[in-house]
């Protein structure tokens, strides 16, 4: 018998043997008609893997409504979209196909005029559809690296033979569902037949390994349900965040733009979202000086000799723009890949008490990062963004305080934004790949202890995750649900004992001896750019209207009422309510559609029986009409509801 641990710590017996579908049948049929597969002893594996490990197994049984299991499913329909690619055109290579967060993809070549296009999409689906229903089981077989080497070989798949050639022998397993095999180490689900709808989403360029020097592929994304119910849900969120696309809105609201002289991954901020931007810079900072922060600037470059002593230079390297030369040959320059390093210097720029601890130096530094070109997007994914960062030195005694009141500073900030819905990642080591990190066990050890302390002490719902830490040290990432139920990464909260090894800073503590600081890293909004996509995506443009760029918008019936408009525009100015004049010789009707797109909170209208009785006709963004009102009534409301929001 093997004794089973479930995750709800009830304990029972089964025979030796049984693979978590027996199990799962003994506890009820319907769960085991759902069981996609199974993580034991924390290792995710396929639901049909045997349990015979005579000491205590802790299970848990891995179905559609946990991520893990959506994983997997998703994995195994990759494979499945590939057997069907496969039978339309049997010349295919595949290279990866690897599950992400709403469903997969699979990477690959076809042959030479076959002329792929997302038109193809309907056959395919239709056809992995028939293949689900065939029932087909997922088989793992072990495999030699001499038999898979044939094996590709006879496929002429110089793909899979380059990832042949990074395993070891012992390690390679093949997954086989129908007539297609593949090289994979899974884990996948039962069979195919969970597999009951299908949507084909998209169809683009990918270069092998994601590099521009190697050949490109044709990359097909796709997302598949256990009921087609949740494939109808699913198709209405994502026409919902077609019309959310900051892109789009950015684009209506005349906030932002890109220009390909300037150059990809660059965002040029027009009028209207620089003051979106400055509102929130402004917000932060406010909020930063009651928390004690004091502002530092540093330059947009550094040196090649500050970053490899931070680290940066032998981790970020690639990732960074191409050193900057000049005519000194010693001298090398990088564009700043983050703030640290340069706060590190200034920390070091004189003598330190630990009376003077903990320091807390703020600045919104733009950095910058070579993404490739094929992983631009919007303002999610850039080249160059500016962080809220600030780094905190502080004793060790002082971490924990320090980290709980930046967890309050990211709290409030959530609050008011408007973000309600949020779980919280404690991101650490990867305990199998520490080569990845710097630092000593031990100073790991404190770091990661502080933050699982403070998050256990502020009552968050968190998760752990393994492998997601910063190469110097463990994070707290808090993950945002948005209006359309989308996860987003955005503030962080990073301990670490490393950098301050590494810059070698100091301070003389009360006996008299030179000390370690240790130092927080935190940025509640992440990036701004980043921060205002995901604010654009989930108020769908419709900002709180303490930040909006424009709180009114005064729209005169005929051109002959412009002056008294502006007049009324500049008197609400003086209570620092923002807006403009749409002064154009267009129809009122149009004005108010356009103010609509725009997503202004306010229209005014004025004619002549507004100017007359000195009221004004207020009409609400979305339709609703508010009547007539005086200007001190108009100012009330609105102060009333930047107040309510701010609270």
């Known amino acids: 018998m093997i004794t089973i641990e479930f995750p709800d710590k009830t304990i029972r017996e089964f025979p030796s043997g049984s693979n978590s579908i027996d199990i799962a049948k003994n506890i009820s049929e319907g769960l085991a008609r759902n069981v996609l597969g199974a993580k034991i002893n924390g290792v995710i594996t396929d639901a049909s893997q045997a349990l015979i490990d005579e000491s205590k197994i802790k299970l848990e049984l891995l179905t559609w409504e946990n991520d893990e299991g959506k994983s997997i499913m998703w994995h195994s329909s990759a494979h499945l979209m590939a057997e069907a690619i496969e039978s339309f055109y049997p010349k295919v290579k595949f290279a990866i196909g690897p599950p992400i967060e709403n469903g997969f993809y699979y990477d690959m070549e076809f042959p030479e005029n076959s002329n792929f296009s997302s038109d193809d999409f309907p056959k395919i689906e239709k056809k992995i559809i028939e293949l689900a229903r065939e029932k087909n089981i997922y088989e793992i077989s072990y495999v030699s690296k001499k038999e898979a080497i044939k094996y590709f070989k006879e496929k002429n798949n110089e793909y899979k033979l380059e990832l042949i050639d990074n395993l070891n022998d012992g390690e390679i397993t093949f997954y086989k569902q129908g007539g297609f095999i593949d090289l994979c180490k899974g884990p996948h689900i039962p069979n195919t037949n969970f597999i009951k709808s299908v949507k084909l989403l998209n169809v683009a360029g990918a270069y092998w390994k994601g590099n521009e020097n190697n050949k490109q592929l044709t990359r097909i994304y796709g997302i598949t349900f256990p009921k087609k119910k949740y494939l109808d849900e699913y198709l209405i969120k994502l026409e919902e965040a ?4 900051h892109r789009k809105i950015g684009k209506n609201m005349s906030l932002f733009t890109f220009s390909k002289k300037v150059g990809q991954g660059l965002p040029l901020w027009l009028p209207k979202g620089a003051y979106l931007r400055d509102q929130l810079v402004e917000f932060m900072k406010q909020a930063q000086l009651k928390f004690g922060y004091q502002p530092v600037i540093t330059p947009h470059i550094g040196s090649k000799e500050l970053y490899i002593c931070s680290g940066h230079y032998e981790k970020y390297g690639e990732d960074s723009f191409q050193p900057i030369k000049t005519p000194d040959e010693n001298e090398e320059f990088f564009l700043k890949p983050m703030n640290c390093p340069h706060h590190c210097e ?3 720029s004189q003598p330190r008490s630990y009376k003077d601890l903990p320091i807390r130096f703020a600045e919104f530094g733009t950095v910058y990062r070579y993404e490739k070109s094929g992983e631009l997007h919007g303002l999610t994914r850039v080249r160059g963004f500016t962080q809220d960062d600030a780094h905190i030195f502080a004793t060790p005694n002082q971490v924990q305080d320090e980290f709980e009141s ?3 500073l990211v709290l409030y900030v959530l609050k008011a934004m408007g973000f309600n819905d949020y779980i919280v990642q404690i991101s650490l080591r990867d305990p199998e790949n520490q080569e990845k990190y710097i630092g000593s066990d031990e100073n790991w ?5 502080a933050i699982i302390n403070s998050a256990k002490n502020k009552n968050l ?14 994070k707290l990432d808090f993950m945002i649900k948005d209006a359309i139920g989308r996860k987003w990464q955005l503030g962080t909260i990073q301990v670490d004992y490393n950098l301050p090894e590494r810059f070698q800073l100091e301070y003389k503590g009360s006996d008299d001896k030179m000390h370690r600081p240790v130092m927080i890293h935190r940025a509640p909004f992440g990036s701004l750019e980043r921060f205002i996509a995901l604010l654009i995506e989930h108020t769908g443009g419709e900002f709180p209207l303490w930040l909006t760029p424009q709180q009114i918008i005064i729209l005169p019936i005929s051109q002959k009422y412009n002056e008294y408009s502006c007049k009324l525009l500049n008197s609400l100015k003086n209570y620092d309510i923002r807006g403009h004049v749409d002064d154009r010789n267009e129809t009122t009707g149009k004005k108010i559609r356009d103010a609509e797109l725009k997503k202004i909170p306010y229209m005014v209208v004025v004619g002549e029986q507004e100017v007359e009785e000195k009221l004004l006709s207020i ?15 108009l100012v009330k409301l609105i102060k009333e509801n930047i107040a309510k929001e701010l609270k």
Do not use: C, M, S
Not at 445 to 449: R, V
Not at 461 to 472: C, L, M, P, S
């Open 242 to 245: 077609k019309q959310r696309d």
């Open 346 to 348: 200034i920390y070091k």
């Open 406 to 408: 930046v967890i309050d």
């Open 445 to 449: 050890n404190l770091a990661e202890q």
């Open 461 to 474: 719902n968190t998760v752990i995750e393994y492998g997601e830490a910063a190469f110097y040290g463990p």
């Open 619 to 633: 009409r609400e963004h979305g339709g609703k009409n508010l009547g007539k009102l005086t200007q001190e009534k």
